[in-house]
């Protein structure tokens, strides 16, 4: 059964990393966050200080899912900068354009939060697909 696990997991994890960095180039930041555009969006560019509404999913390494804004219909808004939201999910909204959607790979040191997710170990490497749905000046 131990077999059995394991060799599950090292499945879903060579399965995810295919997922997450086999098809589109991905971009690493001087901080460490990982993102790959899934599509691309158009219009002005998401920068600090904005007020941003975004639909995010967030997941495990594992592929179990831990939150999703889709789940309840309400985005989430924040202002670019202005630390409401876990450090890559700030970072990585930076640069986007409205309609725009990456997959985030969030390192345990840009996701530390006291309850986001719930029930979320704090050494955990998030992986985040967030879509731009609008900016506004703040």
Known sequence: MRILRRLSAAIALCTLTACLFGRAPSTTTDSGLRYRTLITGSGPIARVGQRVRVHQTTSLLSGKKLFST???????????????????????VRGMQVGEKRLLTVPPHLSRRSSYPPNTPADSTLFIEVELLEIRRR
């Open 70 to 92: 889709h789940s309840n219909g309400t985005p989430l808004s924040f202002v670019i900068g202005a630390n409401r939201e876990i450090a890559g999910i700030d970072e990585g």
